[in-house]
């Protein structure tokens, strides 16, 4: 080969090497699901939840165990209201969504301010009535 062509292609290599060290473009910063798992004397209630933001719908997926026999809870009414710490006043609640599979549940639940917060799961059917308030929620 000679040496002008042995250049170019020197040169053809040289610069497709540097384009592949190029950094990629940031992508955006998908929020990683938060989860809990809590439970009654009667229901398991595992849950995961999109971080909560002010103003934003954050989704909860929620997946209820009977406990006295193991089977998923049916047909149920859950219903997940926000309480500030130490209110019994509610700023909002939702009714979830029967999902596809037997014992999940799915809503989306919007706080329209940022702070602490309870958040309490009511899940009723004809086997059971259960309220559930747990703490710890923050809402950015």
């Known amino acids: 080969m000679t040496q002008p062509k042995l250049l170019v292609l020197f040169i053809f ?4 090497a540097c384009s592949a060290m190029e950094p990629a473009p940031p992508e955006a910063a998908e929020d990683e699901a938060m989860s809990r798992t809590e439970f ?5 209630n595992f849950f995961e939840y999109a971080p ?4 934003q719908p954050s989704q909860f997926r929620i997946h209820l165990t009977d406990l006295r026999d193991g089977s998923p ?8 209201t ?4 130490g209110s019994d006043g509610a700023l909002t609640s939702t009714t979830a969504l ?6 999940i549940y799915v809503a989306d639940l919007t706080v329209p301010r940022a702070g602490p917060y309870d958040i309490e799961f ?3 059917n004809s086997k059971l009535d259960e309220w559930m308030r747990l ?3 923050k809402v950015e």
Do not use: W
Not at 13 to 16: E, S
Not at 40 to 44: A, L, S, Y
Not at 73 to 80: D, H, I, K, M, Q
């Open 135 to 137: 703490s710890d929620f």
């Open 40 to 44: 009654t004397d009667t229901v398991e």
């Open 98 to 103: 029967v999902g596809k599979v037997a014992g």
């Open 82 to 85: 926000v309480r500030a710490p």
């Open 122 to 124: 009511r899940v009723k």
């Open 52 to 55: 909560l933001k002010a103003g």
């Open 73 to 80: 809870v049916e047909g149920a009414e859950v219903v997940l």
């Open 13 to 16: 290599f040289l610069v497709a």
